[in-house]
């Protein structure tokens, strides 16, 4: 079964839209891990954040956003005031305690249009 | 901070051939994993070492496949009798973590090895 479960393939938003990329995830363990990463067309994956199970406050950075919810199983990604260097492909990722795997969604390409 | 560094960018081989990859982590980090990726996917796990010992190993490491990381620092990832279905990008990744059962604080990745077996 699928951990973590990115249901949006591709997102298109023109400039300055705001714009939410979903990850829901999947896990027995009480203490895991949930991070996001973005992909540019570059190809290197780079970190964006880190959250752990037993803190469900939402965080803010610059124009990112993340909203955790633990009840629906959630780790939404928000980025405000979209701009073209936005554009990427988006991975949510979860890690559980008991190992040290990373499971990868299958990511979310987003376009933003000038 | 050089970042991680995967040699080759590119590798085209011919079906059957063995092909072997470098990663060079980042250097005070001692967790190194191999991940591959292919298109339209996320990063699917293959392997991890903490220092030298190889700690774990995914189903989808067949006996084709072996990493070694003989001294803690650079790891290679060798693909015996490649097939066309080893097509894709292999990335490596390493994080600081400096006990054996914390989880990572972040994985830092290289810009990977993309294999194309002909």
């Known amino acids: 079964a699928q951990k973590v479960t990115q249901a949006q393939t591709e997102i298109s938003v023109v400039e300055k839209e705001d714009v939410t990329l979903d990850c829901v995830y999947e896990?027995?363990?009480?203490?895991?891990?949930l991070f996001w990463y973005k992909q540019p067309p570059s190809g290197e994956l780079v970190f964006l954040i880190r959250?752990?199970?037993?803190?469900?406050q939402n965080e803010i950075s610059g124009r990112y956003s993340w909203n955790f919810q633990k009840s629906t199983s959630s780790f939404n990604f928000t980025i405000t005031a979209s701009q073209v260097v936005d554009s990427a492909v988006y991975f949510c990722?979860?890690?559980?305690?008991?190992?040290?795997?990373?499971?990868f969604g299958t990511g979310t390409s987003l376009t933003v249009i000038p | 901070d050089t970042g991680v560094s995967q040699d080759p960018r590119h590798k085209i081989t011919k079906r059957g051939q063995n092909v072997t990859f470098r990663c060079d982590p980042i250097?005070?980090?001692?967790?190194l994993y191999w991940y591959r990726q292919t298109l339209g996917q996320g990063p699917e796990f293959l392997t991890y070492f903490q220092n030298e010992a190889q700690l774990e190993k995914s189903r989808l490491l067949s006996d084709r496949f072996s990493a070694e990381r003989p001294k803690g620092s650079f790891s290679t990832l060798e693909i015996q009798r490649t097939e066309q279905g080893d097509s894709a990008m292999y990335l490596c990744a390493s994080s600081l973590g400096r006990d054996r059962a914390l989880p990572n604080e972040k994985l830092f990745f290289g810009s990977g090895t993309q294999l194309s077996v002909l």
């Open positions: 959250r752990n199970s037993f803190d469900e």
């Open positions: 896990t027995r363990d009480t203490t895991y891990y």
């Open positions: 990722a979860l890690s559980e305690a008991k190992g040290n795997q990373f499971y």
């Open positions: 250097s005070e980090h001692n967790r």
